[in-house]
């Protein structure tokens, strides 16, 4: 029997045989309001699709912390459980197990005491994990206050300027005072004395950040840990810590056994990471542990009944896609201890190589060189101010490289940087692409930024600073 399409021998479809999707579009695709018609799914696929080749390379994005690669095995996995509601935990029990298994494997990692009690959820990232342990921390300060009698009416956090964002809207969400530790000088991050000083009796908690956006460093939980310990003795004052680990908390038990920052510390009360950044996985998903039942009051748990069964659950969303916490289940299987250790010290490679190169170019410093976080910050040069960060931030990006420049935070917003973030998949060979690029740019803006600069040349290169809009790295 002859296979036949019968419209084909209507002469009609000419259209169809010679450009058969972009025949078929509509002359004007709506933008802000919803069609009046339905299209072709292959229309709108190529619609979207086209539209979508103006994005950045996500593996190009030197910006952004989060996981742009990932095994063709885990996006089966994810792809096979794109359809699965994480919060139907009684019709999944297998994803949720998945679920506790991560939980149990990290308060190992973190080296709870007893990891079997060790408390955990998944989240959609570090943000509502940080939401979760910045209320756990404030519940348990009103619990303690209330049962001395003592107001609860102005609980403050106490933390580096540098917090990422998420803590910011912690504490602006959740009526808490946020008191930073500004930046002075060299120093771009939380320490012991700052923190000390600015805890009271309202203190919720402080919050240590392993390690910052801002230039990759980590912040010395131990040494403020032992700062709080003598405050306590001092004063009576007991000040959990939360650890911010959204990066290190994947990096740091790999690449730094002997770094103390976790639950060994008997003063962190609580961890947070970021799966989808070192963890690994593909955007969203992150954790939160708390050391101990006690470190996360109960009353904060709401148990639900009617998707069968009795649920404990303490998340801001309801509804969230179970696939990323497959794959992280995946990658733990797959890699194993020994495998994060390769894949986050061969980041660090990259990392510090990659900041030793771009140091002997003669016009950059470096703030940071990749040896904690695999991330750098580097800076102009004194003396170099006819080209600024931003400009070379521009340069770079001709060639689809998108690495930040950003001004520091108080008191250090004189201070503009570069930023490159290495991560699983930026491989020596694609650094030395950036690096060649680099070179190339760099005659050309020295050139250019020389000759013009007037008395009064408003549209000079040194003006970068001030003019362009600095992207702030605690977005990412
Ligand atoms: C990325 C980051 C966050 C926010 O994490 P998301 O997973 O993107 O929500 C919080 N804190 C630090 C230190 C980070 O690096």
């Known amino acids: 029997m002859p296979v036949q399409q019968p419209h084909h021998d209507r002469g009609e479809s000419r259209d169809l045989e010679i450009n058969p999707v972009f025949s078929r579009e509509p002359l004007r695709v709506p933008r802000y309001a919803l069609p009046e018609r339905e299209m072709e799914p292959d229309t709108a696929y190529q619609v979207i699709h086209d539209e979508l080749m103006l994005d950045g390379n996500a593996r190009q994005n030197l910006a952004t912390f989060v996981s742009t690669w990932a095994e063709p095995q885990a996006r089966r996995l994810m792809s096979e459980c794109v359809q699965k509601n994480m919060i139907d935990k009684d019709e999944y029990p297998q994803t949720a197990e998945l679920e506790r298994r991560c939980v149990h494997m990290l308060a190992r990692l973190w080296h709870a005491e007893a990891p079997h009690q060790a408390m955990g959820c998944s989240t959609t990232g570090s943000s509502e994990a940080a939401m979760l342990g910045g209320l756990a921390l404030k519940r348990r300060w009103q619990h303690r206050r209330r049962a001395k009698g003592e107001p609860t009416d102005r609980p403050n956090l106490v933390m580096g300027i540098n917090v990422q964002i998420c803590w910011e809207k912690f504490a602006d969400y959740f009526e808490v005072e946020p008191r930073y530790v500004p930046m002075e000088g060299d120093r771009y991050h939380l320490t012991p004395d700052k923190a000390v000083e600015l805890c009271d009796e309202n203190t ?63 003063r962190v009360a609580s961890i947070n990471t970021s799966g989808h950044k070192y963890g690994l996985v593909m955007p969203g998903v992150g954790w939160a542990l708390w050391r101990d039942e006690d470190a996360l009051p109960d009353d904060l748990v709401f148990h639900v009944n009617y998707l ?31 495998g994060y250790r390769r894949v986050q010290q061969t980041c660090r490679d990259v990392a510090t ?124």
């Open 204 to 266: 919720i908690g402080v919050v240590a950040v392993l390690g910052s956006t801002f230039d990759g460093s980590y912040e010395p939980v131990a040494d403020i840990a032992s700062a709080l310990d003598e405050l306590q003795s001092r004063t009576g004052l007991d000040i959990p810590i939360h650890v911010d680990g959204a990066s290190g908390g994947m990096i740091a038990p790999f690449l730094d056994p002997d770094l103390a920052w976790d639950f060994r510390l008997p």
């Open 353 to 476: 190589r990659l900041a030793g190169e771009i140091a002997g170019l003669g016009p950059f410093e470096l703030i940071t060189d990749g040896s904690r976080l695999p991330v750098f910050a580097f800076r102009m040069r004194d003396g170099v101010d006819h080209f600024s960060v931003f400009d070379v931030s521009a340069a770079l990006r001709e060639r689809g490289w998108l690495v930040p420049a950003y001004t520091f935070p108080k008191n250090r917003t004189d201070l503009a940087v570069l930023r490159v973030v290495v991560r699983n998949g930026f491989s020596h060979d694609l650094a030395d692409l950036l690096l060649d690029d680099l070179r190339r740019v760099l005659p050309r803006l020295d050139e250019q930024g020389e000759p013009h600069r007037g008395e009064d040349d408003a549209g000079g290169f040194a003006h970068g600073a001030e003019t362009k809009n600095p992207v702030r790295p605690g977005r990412h």
């Open 308 to 338: 069968g069964g009795d649920m404990p659950t303490f998340a801001l969303n309801f509804s969230r896609p179970g696939a990323q916490i497959v794959a992280q289940y995946y990658n733990f299987l797959r890699l194993g201890f020994d």
